[in-house]
């Protein structure tokens, strides 16, 4: 079992900047993958940055130039850097891993980009 913990949401102007964290704890061999989604009011949960445990990254389209994801040294811990953010960046942002080949969900941390 793992549990992830999300923080640094908030409120922030257009064009400015947001740090979020997630750490993962329990019972866990291996993560494999970990990435970060985000849902929007009315709209599906999509994907925003994965990376992988080689450090292989992937972004959405609509990030890229603009936000980084990265892993801590401890390597349980992963970051969301998100600069230039517009308002349309806002929404419930959650992070996620794929640990022992099992699926696991953070709670969510709002972020909203005022115009």
């Known amino acids: 079992q793992v549990q992830l913990v999300e923080s640094g949401g908030g409120l922030v102007q257009a064009g400015g900047s947001l740090r979020l964290s997630c750490a993962a704890s329990g019972n866990f061999l291996r993560i494999n993958l970990m990435g970060w989604f985000r849902q929007a009011p009315g709209k599906q949960r999509e994907m925003v940055a994965t990376i992988t445990s080689g450090a292989s990254t992937n972004y959405a389209a609509f990030v890229k130039g603009r936000f980084t994801i990265s892993r801590g040294n401890a390597k349980n811990a992963f970051y969301l850097q998100m600069n230039s953010l517009k308002p349309e960046d806002t929404g419930v942002y959650y992070c996620?891993?794929?640990?022992?080949?099992?699926?696991?969900w953070g709670q969510g941390t709002q972020v909203t980009v005022s115009s």
């Open positions: 996620n891993t794929l640990a022992d080949m099992q699926q696991y």
